[in-house]
């Protein structure tokens, strides 16, 4: 497992935490968090010479859908889109959007729904988790410091590795905090590297006691999916894939043609989710 910010990395070797800089042109690279890489220990400090390959690879598209995918998290299990109930708003079509990511990298994908001690708009939360639950991803509904909630998310996670992802804001941190025992500052760390306005995060598995990991990602304002096609993006709403089996036309992209079985056959709001993003990944 590897924890990268900017230039160097800490890596574990035998679980022992090196200190290591990368070799230039990294194969298999950039490394994130997570990654399984080759490191040479000989000249005193690492020198990280190689990205092994990955199981699962969860990224989002840099700047835009179209343009080029950008890699958050290596080798994670499970990724738990993290939404509020209220403050910030709840945003369906945002977490669409990181669940399309989570099935287009391979990994098991679940909701975890925080804050429901604020005030909230229960008839929403409500059907949401329906919907969600309807479509086959485990559902939590809670309070990030709600001993319960967190037991609940520790039980979902079992043994495995988990991703924790969502806005800022919406209590990943505060989950981290619970499942691991371990505060990482509340607002995640992001540095300036050079002086540019590229930002980096340092994002890294930490492991829970009894089992299991947990990275508490960046919280972005705006997520875009990584490049794919209609094919890969039909294949992030398990539902709609499995409506297609009724469409009239093989290849129907479920953009309004004729005989195609989607609509009435899925959430409307879903739908919605897929056909945007269908928009925005064909020119
Ligand atoms: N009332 C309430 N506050 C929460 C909950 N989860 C997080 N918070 C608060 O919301 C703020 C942001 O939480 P944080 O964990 O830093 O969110 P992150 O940006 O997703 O990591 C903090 O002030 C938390 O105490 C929750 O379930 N209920
Ligand atoms: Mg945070
Ligand atoms: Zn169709």
Redesign the pocket.
């Known amino acids: 497992m590897i924890r990268v910010a900017g230039p160097s990395a800490t890596v574990h070797v035998d679980g022992t935490p090196v200190e290591a800089s990368f070799t230039p042109r990294l194969p298999g690279g950039p490394a994130v968090a997570g990654d399984r890489v080759d490191v040479d220990l000989r000249a005193g400090t690492g020198v990280v010479k190689a990205v092994r390959p990955r199981r699962t690879l969860l990224s989002r598209g840099e700047f835009s859908t179209r343009n080029r995918a950008r890699p958050l998290v290596a080798n994670a299990d499970l990724l738990i889109v993290?939404a509020?109930?209220a403050?910030p708003p709840f945003r369906p079509r945002f977490v669409d959007r990181y669940l399309v990511a989570g099935e287009f990298g391979g990994l098991d994908c679940a909701l975890v729904i925080?804050?429901?001690?604020?005030s909230h708009d229960a008839e929403l939360i409500a059907r949401a988790a329906q919907v969600y639950g309807d479509v086959g991803y485990p559902v939590i509904t809670?309070?990030?410091?709600?001993p319960g909630?967190v037991a609940r998310v520790r039980d979902l996670i079992g043994g495995r590795a988990a991703a924790?992802c969502?806005?800022?804001?919406?209590?990943?941190?505060?989950?981290?905090?619970g499942l691991t025992g371990v505060a990482?500052a509340?607002?995640?760390v992001s540095r300036r590297v050079g002086k540019g306005r590229h930002t980096t995060t340092d994002p890294r598995f930490i492991p829970m006691p009894g089992g299991g990991a947990v990275v508490?990602t960046a919280?972005v304002r705006t997520f875009y999916v990584p490049p794919m096609d209609p094919e890969d993006l039909a294949h992030g709403f398990p539902e709609i894939q499995a409506a297609a089996a009724g469409c009239r036309f093989r290849g129907c992209r479920h953009g309004g043609e004729a005989g195609c079985a989607v609509p009435g056959n899925v959430s409307p709001g879903r739908l919605d989710s897929y056909r945007r993003l269908l928009a925005s990944i064909v020119t």
């Open positions: 993290v509020a109930a403050d925080t804050k429901m001690d604020l809670g309070s990030s410091d709600d909630t924790l969502g806005h800022s804001g919406v209590g990943k941190s505060s989950l981290t905090r990482r509340v607002g995640d508490d919280g």
